[in-house]
């Protein structure tokens, strides 16, 4: 019901930059979550970081500080830019989109790869 293509990942070394990219298609309600998660492989999905369709964010406290997410309504996109990356933020990280209708839609997760 709503499709989610990310973009941005990479590798890139320890104190570097990047943004991840992530634009949501199909039935999208205008009051919804959109955010970022990781998972490392054997692991459960972690919060990184969320934001309402209002502008309301929430970040784990281990990139907070680091990582900003922001989105464009007008596109269904949201995006996370990262800075300051460490080696233990590699990862892999999906999109994940949720309304009062859904539990919860997720994108296919894009590789970010941060060397020492």
């Known amino acids: 019901q709503v499709q989610l293509v990310e973009s941005g990942g990479g590798l890139v070394q320890a104190g570097g930059s990047l943004r991840l990219s992530c634009a949501a298609s199909g039935s999208i309600f205008r009051f919804n979550t959109m955010g970022w998660y990781r998972r490392a492989p054997g692991k459960e999905r972690e919060l990184v970081a969320t934001?309402?369709?209002?502008?309301?964010?929430n970040y784990a406290d281990s990139v907070k500080g680091r990582f900003t997410i922001s989105r464009d309504n007008a596109k269904n996109a949201v995006y996370l830019q990262m800075n300051s990356l460490k080696p233990e933020d590699t990862d892999v990280y999906f999109c994940n989109y949720r309304d009062y209708r859904v539990p919860g839609y997720w994108g296919q997760g894009t590789q970010v790869t941060v060397s020492s």
């Open positions: 934001i309402t369709n209002g502008g309301s964010t």
